[in-house]
């Protein structure tokens, strides 16, 4: 079993709806979950960073996670055509730092259609 | 703004050549960055940990002598892609870690450098 599981999609939704994303892990160690987004030909760039469980919200982006699953989400609310790229989650089990503590899923492919 | 600046965005290069990869951390110092490498449909592959002043860190199946790191300042980590063959075509990305205080926050990348060997 991988570490971290995220459907590939594509996901493809019509303009205005919410968008679930989702990643499951098998490593209950990871203790530090982000989410980030990567438009085509671009790096990725951070979007929601949370620590244990819990949600929190920023804007139309609202992350939760679920320890106790291993199961963690990325909800947009009023879906738009520039949020259409790939959603990377990330977590790591530890605070000292270092990509090496890291692991990504593969990313979703999110399409928003106009 | 951007944190992390990196150069170029694409090369196209003949096989055989070497390509250099510079990084640039415009906010803060990094003692440590991080070279990571993409395929389509695929996650992130760390490849490497840069660190300012020493050796770089070869994760496992990467080979340090084709892929050379440079870690001369705070604020620079450059990759040189060797002797480059078609396979060495790739999305390469390299990042940041942010700390607040002593802890780890999140990694900030570059935009990624789009390398075709022909």
């Known amino acids: 079993q991988k570490e971290v599981e995220q459907d590939p999609g594509p996901l493809s939704v019509p303009e205005g709806a919410i968008v679930s994303l989702n990643c499951t892990y098998s490593?209950?160690?990871?203790?530090?979950f982000m989410w980030y987004r990567q438009y085509s030909r671009k790096g990725p760039e951070l979007l929601m960073y949370?620590?244990?469980?819990g949600n929190k919200e920023d804007g139309r982006f609202t992350a939760q996670v679920d320890k106790s699953s291993k199961y963690i989400s990325l909800f947009i609310r009023d879906s738009q055509p520039s949020d259409s790229a790939t959603y990377l989650c990330?977590?790591?089990?530890?605070?000292?730092?270092?990509?090496?503590?890291?692991?990504f899923g593969k990313g979703t492919h999110l399409i928003i259609q106009p | 703004g951007a944190v992390v600046s990196q150069h170029p965005s694409w090369v196209i290069c003949k096989s055989g050549t070497s390509v250099k990869i510079e990084c640039r951390s415009l906010?803060?110092?990094?003692?440590?960055m991080f070279w990571y490498r993409q395929f389509p449909k695929k996650s992130l592959m760390l490849m490497a940990t840069?660190?300012?002043?020493?050796?770089?860190?070869?994760e496992q199946g990467v080979e340090k002598d084709k892929f050379l790191i440079n870690h001369a300042s705070l604020t620079l980590s450059t990759l040189t892609v060797t002797s480059a063959h078609p396979e060495d075509s790739s999305f390469y990305i390299c990042?940041?870690?942010?700390?607040?205080?002593?802890?780890?926050?999140?990694?900030?990348f570059g935009n990624g450098t789009r390398l075709t060997v022909t």
């Open positions: 990042s940041v870690p942010h700390h607040r205080g002593l802890r780890f926050t999140a990694l900030h």
């Open positions: 990330a977590m790591s089990s530890y605070s000292g730092g270092g990509a090496d503590g890291l692991t």
């Open positions: 949370t620590y244990s469980s």
């Open positions: 490593n209950s160690a990871f203790q530090y």
């Open positions: 906010d803060f110092q990094a003692t440590t």
């Open positions: 840069s660190n300012e002043g020493s050796k770089a860190t070869y």
